[in-house]
Nanobody, 124 residues
Framework: QVQLVESGGGLVQAGGSLRLSCAAS????????MGWFRQAPGKERTFVAA????????RYADSVKGRFTISRDNAKNTVYLQMNSLKPEDTALYYC?????????????????WGQGTQVTVSS
């Protein structure tokens, strides 16, 4: 069982930056792929970014490529999402997810554990 706790959300102006963190419990963090998804009010949960277990492979949604960077520190059981050049359309509840696989997946149903989410609001 893995427990995930997100932090770092908040209110920021368009063009600003935020860094989200996700702390994971357990001793097998380095064997899980990790990801970030987001959900805006009235919309489905969508893929944002993911990183393989070793950190060697990353993948991003087209809407965030070049602006967001996912990284992980396996010694700290933590995954990060650095978000730059934020836009109002990035406003959403951001969820951290863990997948019992070394491989990345982009569908929400491929992920086994979820955090409670952290709110990101970007004002125009």
């Amino acid at each position: 069982q893995v427990q995930l706790v997100e932090s770092g959300g908040g209110l920021v102006q368009a063009g600003g930056s935020l860094r989200l963190s996700c702390a994971a419990s357990g001793r097998t963090f380095s064997t899980y792929a990790m990801g970030w998804f987001r959900q805006a009010p009235g919309k489905e949960r969508t893929f944002v970014a993911a990183i393989s277990a070793t950190g060697g492979i990353t993948r991003y949604a087209d809407s965030v490529k070049g602006r967001f960077t996912i990284s992980r520190d396996n010694a700290k059981n933590t995954v990060y999402l650095q978000m730059n050049s934020l836009k109002p359309e990035d406003t959403a509840l951001y969820y951290c997810a863990a997948r019992r696989s070394t491989q990345i997946g982009e569908r929400a149903d491929q992920w086994h554990y979820w955090g409670q989410g952290t709110q990101v609001t970007v004002s125009s």
